[in-house]
């Protein structure tokens, strides 16, 4: 038997963050040196994991079964395809920035790495997992760390509210997902959970389909903020640590986009057919109302708040598409958008930590004494507004694409209107680079304000290397889209085959 | 099916409850001999008991190959019985541990040996196929509770709990007796087996039938606390005796779903009974559970508002037992599994009321503040039992609702299933209120931080890791649960 | 040598980066000279270009078509042509003299970096065989010039907006700019999307085979024409801003006013070919059709810039602003050549010589207008390092007694752009006027109302700054040319003389490039 790494990569944060629990309290060093390592090996295995994968056989590899509770067809199945290669290795990438980012965190370390780690086990686990219960089971687990580690460590005024707010949204929705796969195994009948089983065997009717597969899209899509029930993303961004800003945005965001498409349109392609225009109109009003949203906000970290649910939009947008350049386009996305939230929030915490305020009018001229941090923003920037050459336009090309070409796919109330869809979306961004280049200005650029010139300190040489991992993987993918590109095609060529196209 | 016949061996079945008279007697007889501190070994010693009785049942008592009517009929020896005996045995050593360092309790001798009254009560109840069987189990358990649940009687709160527990239930089983005394008025039959066959001949009318499933589901739904029968539990929990609440709420809450179990699905399952009384049920169930947790939502002390999730959670266990028609051995498997995980879990969370009462000497919610500071590892331990309850994932809660849903699905009851998603999330909401209070708010000044004793170390750690593999490697408990479902049909 | 020659657009384009790495990592002190240093490379390898490519052969060479984004089927295909190579050349000439011109900026490091950055940006339009890594390109490109303007432009500058708010001109500008040429990238890239889609590859040479002719219904929505005419426009608007063609070039004397001199010298110089480039390489070619029929308008709009940009030229105080309204005249001619080639491209019967010199003349001029524009901005940033202003009344006049080399290559650089025969100027916009005549006559009577005024303000310009008596004002100001700024103008003094005495040197590529794209 190989190598079992899809297990060790989901299981070992798990093992991490439980053996943390048991060190000592107050050797603060100590802990944040293990996170690091810990975090580090798992960064390496992520990258093993993506460049192992073999992308002429395309399909799902490296899987790991087990049979867990044989009684009622549950299975321990993981294995990677295309479709959440990119999101394995952007999971490692986030949770060793976010250790690097959190090393100032002195108020109980202990339960905030080992929270951290329980946090990537749930992500890592639901992206690798292809038996519905396994992948609940990691959902589950992905969700709940966040309420703890919002609460304790988030931004006083909003936290405990953004905190709960937060959990009941996603526990709401994974509970409907769940009703809706349940469905799905009653009716199947085919006494399991495996979902290339079901893939491949269970017969749906077409009634089944269209009343089912709302339940299980939308009860994922909640997670990624899908308009309208994409408020508590915000807030809950506003109130997170840095460090699960990051994570929130930057992988848990995409959990539920992804979940939505393996669980909901693979399973239920019929349903996703019968859907898509109903779809792809709150995506399109996510993509432009995040945006103009986005403009009006004063702190940092709501604009970027908002900037994500629009750009979350047009993830969801590709999926709705149903075609291969939208698919392609959402997967390009997805890692895009975490790279770049996770800069962004990253950049964002390092000025707040020093300045205390993430007001805009209250901030200047932080360039001339942190200028790392200020290039780093620029640059979340530049993909944000879907600059060519960066990874943003790499994502959003293939999407806007997609939403041109879903108007020929067949007969539906909308499909003269998909020109103006992709238009009109393709505005918002406009309208992103108007507020990106705003705050770029008055944060950055201009004189500092006397109250916070002496607090300007400089960063750390940690927060310096996750700058440097996260600014590398968004320059690459947009400067050579061809390592990523080609291996979300193979995932999104089974996702094809599924629909019939 | 032969209901005369007797064998010496018959009594191996039997013999944990038989252990427990013995130990019930040593611990007695410890009372009277044993001086000043060592007084504690009884607590102990009593948990020695129930484990040794379960270690010992498993060796001789379980049962194997097919299920018997023994003893003239009164018991049936099947796995669903031995299943749910050995949760009341594993409820009533934990809860010994757990008294015996609480004052007032732990060094009375009378209370242990009442406690193991309880539990033998419960196991009858868990076997019993007899009416009048049943009713004496019924009796011996209800008897021993009012007892343990006004022990403390300097203490007003308590001696009132007990009495309200008791008039409550004196009434209740008064109706149940009378719904008994119908049935067999009916049938001429005291068997439950007996009584099924006399029932499906069809000689008694749909509306009596009814009558007598309400009358019967009075008594076991004040066992269950389900709704309309569910006032007195917030009172009973909070006036008893911490460890008590724990007990009642977990064990004496179990014994009353077997009680269910056997009555309504072996005796009064004919069809046109069932299209009678399983409706009110299903009503039953969405109530319940969605008072229990509305009303959960505005409690400040922990023992009311764990008393109100507790009803919620009978709630939960009513909604996998209504699928059994569609499902059979897929609901009373998830009710099955469901209880373990309830019982572990509620016993964890009492445990830690239990020792945080012990420092704080409240039980108020908002005196939790901070305790995450003063204790990281307990306020860890009520973390895990809290989002058990709640039903988060890999703790056993999260498995036993997955079962719930997935048996409710199974059945085609969308509405309900819905009910319950909605339900777990205002479950989770109360559940995450009090954790914020733990872990976010500000401790006082100079709290002190809370020793806990190896005994309770243990304890805690041991339903911990119980509830912990529950949620992630249950699949051998799972397995028992089915055992048992399947040889109950 | 072989790797060389084998991989000389990867190299050319790259290279500059190769700068941006070594400012990064040296000493503060030595940034200046070792990023000239390094400008110097991307030089040597255009060179290696411009004498490697067989002019005669013509077509695309050196071709590089690598794997880059296949999931849209765009590659990494690059390729010259004789229309691309002496902008290549003009670029990586231009970029080491504005290194030269401005080594003592402020906050050097980012400057060079930013200046590498945009020599690769508007390197990659002019080698991209491939839609959409020209679009990439072309759109990159905008972002180190918005903050070479917005950080390191004029400090001085006030603009009011609506209700009173005031903010400093370089950040107008620089937004003003960014939005102006990212709106116009929208269309853009909407139109490439558009066609894309459709035809299923960004690569430029198939797409000039199967786009024109392509009748297909497209989506499920319009008609061939009607996408074809929408993505006409939407083509035709963006690289009009860019030119810019009037009414799109509101934003050029802003932004040229608050750019830091290197800054004005490569907009100018460069940046502004990018449009024409534009012209020529994409919407000529791909909608001939379209661009027959929308000649007359181009060619009237071009006559507007001409005109109007000469007179708006002579209106200004500013001797800066004046430049930067000359360089909207110089492009108006530039067009004006453009609109022939669209005519004749547009299956209009025009003599196939006129066209070809009206083609050649536009892209002489786009060459000449680099070098002298580029020259221009120069003194006029040398004139306002010393002086602190560019207002041409308080410059007062009488410097050239004070500084009299610097007196006389402003003149000559002035000459050359005026169009005066023998200098560079003069060889493209005879090279339009001839070509235009035949074709669009009324248009190109009234252009030389233009030309009458571009003497005029050219006259002015020197006059307010140069002629008159001594001015007391600047005695105790050392008003002449260093050195090195001598050095900065020598090359482009050489050239414009070169050019404007033996204009075949040039124009015969040229016209080989034009005659074999356009037939």
Aim: glycine share 10%; with cysteine; proline share 4%.
């Amino acid at each position: 038997m190989d190598f079992p790494i899809l297990s060790v990569i989901t299981f070992f944060p798990g093992i991490v963050g439980a053996l943390l629990f048991f060190f000592p309290e107050d050797n603060k060093e100590q802990i944040r040196w293990t996170a690091l390592l810990a975090s580090l090996v798992t960064l390496v295995l992520s990258v093993m994991v993506y460049f192992t994968y073999d992308v002429d056989l395309g399909g799902y590899q490296m899987v790991d079964r087990f049979a867990w509770i044989p009684a009622v067809g549950i299975n321990y199945i993981v294995a990677v395809d295309g479709m959440s290669l990119p999101m394995v290795l952007l999971t490692g990438i986030v949770l060793t920035t976010g250790v690097l980012i959190s090393w100032g965190i002195d108020d109980r370390p202990r339960e905030f790495f080992a929270l951290l780690f329980l946090l990537a086990m749930g992500v890592w686990g639901v992206f690798v997992a292809q038996d519905m219960f396994t992948l609940f089971f990691f959902y589950e687990v992905a969700v709940f760390p966040m309420y703890l580690m919002i609460a304790m460590w988030g931004w006083k005024k909003t936290r405990e509210y953004a905190a709960m707010k937060l959990t009941l949204f996603l526990v709401v929705g994974s509970l409907f997902a769940l009703i809706g796969a349940l469905a799905m195994y009653a009716e199947s009948g085919l006494g399991t959970f495996d979902m290339f089983i079901i893939q491949e065997q269970a017969v749906f009717s077409e009634r089944f389909q269209i009343i089912w597969f709302p339940f299980v899209f939308v009860g994922f899509i909640v997670l990624a903020g899908m308009f309208p029930f994409h408020n508590w993303s915000p807030v809950g961004h506003v109130a997170a640590p840095t460090a699960v800003s990051m994570f929130h945005a930057g992988v848990l965001m995409k959990l539920g986009a992804y979940a939505a498409l393996r669980v909901g349109v693979v399973l239920l392609p019929e349903g996703a057919k019968f859907w898509m225009p109903y779809i792809v109109i709150a995506a399109f009003i996510n993509v432009v109302y995040g945006s103009l949203i986005a403009m009006t906000r004063k702190d940092l970290k709501y604009m970027i708040g908002y900037s994500s649910v629009s750009h979350m939009g047009l993830v969801v947008l590709g999926l709705a598409t149903l075609n291969e350049l939208g698919l392609t386009g959402a997967g390009l996305q997805m890692f895009s958008h975490g790279a770049m939230t996770a800069l962004f929030f990253s950049c964002i915490g390092m000025v707040y930590d020093r300045a205390h305020t993430r007001m805009i009018p209250e901030l200047g001229g932080v360039m001339k004494k942190l200028p790392m941090v200020g290039v780093a923003f620029i640059i979340g920037g530049l993909v944000s507004m879907g600059m060519p050459l960066f990874s943003g336009f790499v994502a959003e090309l293939p999407i806007f694409m997609g939403a041109w070409r879903a108007g020929v796919q067949g007969p539906d109330f909308i499909a003269n209107y998909y020109a103006w869809i992709a238009i009109i979306s393709a505005l918002a961004i406009v309208i992103t680079a108007a507020y990106i280049i705003r705050a770029v200005g008055s944060v950055f650029f201009g004189e500092i304000p006397e109250k916070i010139e002496a607090d300007l300190t400089p960063i750390r040489w940690q927060d310096r290397t996750a700058i440097v991992i996260l600014v590398v993987s968004l320059l690459a993918l947009g400067f050579y889209p061809a390592w990523m590109d080609t291996v979300i095609k193979t995932g999104v060529d089974s996702v094809m085959a599924v629909l019939g196209a | 099916m032969d209901f005369t016949s007797f064998e010496a061996a018959h009594f191996l079945v039997i013999l944990p409850e038989i252990i427990l008279v013995g130990i019930a007697a040593l611990v007695m007889t410890m009372d009277v001999v044993q001086k000043g501190e060592s007084r504690r070994m009884m607590g102990y010693v009593t948990a020695l008991g129930f484990l040794a009785a379960l270690l010992i049942g498993i060796a001789v008592a379980a049962p194997s190959g097919d299920p018997k009517l023994l003893f003239g009929g009164t018991i049936r020896s099947d796995m669903l019985g031995f299943v749910f005996r050995a949760m009341f045995l594993v409820a009533g050593a934990v809860t010994a541990v757990l008294t015996s360092d609480v004052k007032g309790l732990g060094k009375r001798g009378d209370f242990f040996a009442v406690l193991i009254a309880t539990v033998i009560g419960m196991n009858f109840m868990a076997i019993a196929t007899d009416l009048i069987m049943l009713y004496l189990a019924m009796e011996t358990t209800s008897i021993s509770a009012y007892a343990l649940t006004g022990f403390l009687l300097n203490n007003d709160r308590s001696a009132e709990s007990g009495l309200k527990y008791f008039l409550f239930g004196a009434v209740t089983s008064t109706v149940m007796l009378f719904g008994f005394s119908l049935l067999y008025g009916l049938t001429g039959h005291t068997n439950l087996y007996g009584i099924a066959e006399a029932l499906s001949a069809g000689n008694v009318s749909f509306v009596m039938l009814i009558g007598i499933a309400i009358m019967i589901l009075v008594g076991i739904g004040f066992k269950l606390s389900a709704f309309p029968f569910h006032f007195w539990t917030p009172d009973v929990y909070e006036g008893a005796p911490t460890p008590i609440t724990a007990f009642i709420s977990t064990a004496s809450k179990t014994a009353g779903f077997i009680v269910l179990l056997r009555v309504f699905i072996v005796a009064l399952s004919t069809s046109s009974g069932v299209a009678g009384w399983l409706p009110l049920i299903m009503a039953i169930a969405a109530v319940t559970t969605t008072l229990g947790n509305l009303v959960a939502l505005a409690q400040t002390n922990i023992k009311r508002l764990l008393a109100y999730s507790s009803i919620a959670h009978a709630g939960y266990t009513l909604m996998a037992f209504v699928a059994f028609q569609q499902a059979p051995e897929e609901s009373v498997s998830a009710v099955t599994f469901y209880l373990m995980t309830y019982i572990l879990t509620n016993l964890l969370a009492f445990a830690v009321v239990i020792l945080f009462a012990k420092v704080a000497g409240s039980d108020e919610i908002a005196d939790y503040a901070g305790m995450s500071r003063r204790s990281p590892n307990l306020a860890l331990v009520m973390l895990i039992a809290f989002l058990s309850l709640a039903g988060i994932p890999p703790l056993a809660g999260f498995l036993g609702k997955f079962f719930i849903f997935k048996v409710v699905m199974d059945a085609g009851l969308v509405w309900l299933a819905i009910v319950g998603a909605l339900n777990a999330l205002v479950a989770l909401y109360y559940y995450l209120v009090v954790m914020k209070v733990v872990y976010v708010d500000p401790a006082p000044e100079g709290a002190p931080r809370i020793p806990i004793a190896t005994p309770y170390r243990i304890v805690l750690a041991v339903l911990t890791v119980g509830v912990i593999v529950l949620g992630t490697a249950a699949t051998p408990f799972y397995n028992w649960a089915i055992a048992g479902a399947s040889s109950f049909f | 040598m072989e790797f060389i020659t084998n991989n000389l657009l990867p190299l050319i384009l790259f290279t500059p980066l190769l700068g941006l790495l070594a400012v990064m990592l040296v000493p503060k002190e030595r940034v200046g000279h070792v990023a000239f240093l390094f400008s110097l490379i991307p030089l040597a390898l255009a060179l290696v270009l411009w004498t490697g490519y067989d002019f005669a052969e013509g077509g695309f060479q050196y071709v590089v078509n690598a794997r880059w984004y296949p999931s849209v089927n765009a590659g990494f295909h690059l390729g010259v042509d004789g229309l691309s190579v002496p902008m290549v050349l003009l670029t990586n000439l231009l970029v080491p003299l504005c290194i030269l011109a401005s080594v003592k900026v402020d906050r050097i490091r980012g400057f060079m970096a930013l200046f590498f950055i945009l020599q690769t940006g508007t390197l990659g339009v002019f080698l991209a065989l491939d839609l959409l890594l020209f679009f990439a390109f072309y759109e990159v490109g905008l972002v180190p010039m918005y903050f070479l303007i917005n950080q390191w432009g004029s400090p001085k500058g006030k603009r009011e907006l609506s209700r009173g708010r005031v903010m400093s001109a370089r950040q107008y500008a620089s937004f003003k700019f960014m939005i102006y040429t990212m709106a116009a990238g929208l269309g853009l890239l909407l139109a490439i999307q558009l066609m894309g889609i459709t035809q299923g590859t960004f690569s430029l040479p198939e797409l000039y085979e199967t786009w024109p002719t392509t009748e297909a219904t497209f989506l499920n929505f319009a008609s061939a024409s009607t996408v074809k005419t929408v993505a006409f426009w939407a083509f035709f608007v963006a690289f009009a801003i860019k030119v810019p063609l009037f009414p799109f070039h509101t934003w050029l004397p802003d932004a040229h006013t608050e750019a830091p001199t290197a800054g004005s010298m490569i907009l100018a110089g460069v940046l502004l070919k990018l449009g024409a480039y534009g012209f020529l390489r994409l919407v000529i070619p791909l909608f001939p059709e379209q661009a027959g029929e929308a000649a007359p308008i181009i060619a009237f709009l071009g006559m507007l810039s001409i005109v109007l940009a000469a007179y708006s030229a002579y209106g200004q105080t500013d001797f800066k602003r004046l430049v930067a309204y000359s360089s909207v005249n110089h492009m108006g001619f530039v067009v004006l050549g453009l609109a022939v080639v669209a005519w004749a491209a547009g299956g209009n019967a025009v003599d196939p010589t006129t066209a070809a010199i009206a083609g050649s003349g536009a892209v002489i001029q786009m060459f000449n207008h680099g070098l002298s524009a580029a020259a221009m901005f120069f003194l006029v940033g040398v004139v306002y390092e010393r002086a602190h202003t560019r207002n041409l009344e308080e410059l007062g006049g009488g410097i050239w007694q004070y500084a009299p080399i610097y007196g006389g290559l402003l003149i000559f650089s002035s000459m050359a752009s005026l169009g005066l025969p023998g200098l560079n100027g003069f060889v493209g916009e005879f090279a339009i006027v001839r070509g235009a005549w035949p074709v669009f006559t009324l248009m190109t009577a009234l252009s030389m109302l233009g030309l009458l005024m571009t003497g005029a303000y050219v006259l002015k310009g020197i006059r307010k700054v140069l002629h008159g008596p001594i001015n007391p004002h600047w005695a105790d100001h050392n008003m002449e040319i260093n050195a090195r700024e001598v050095v900065v103008m020598a090359p482009l003094v050489v050239l414009m003389l070169i050019i404007g005495v033996w204009p075949m040197s040039i124009a015969k590529i040229i016209n080989a490039a034009i005659v074999s794209i356009f037939g």
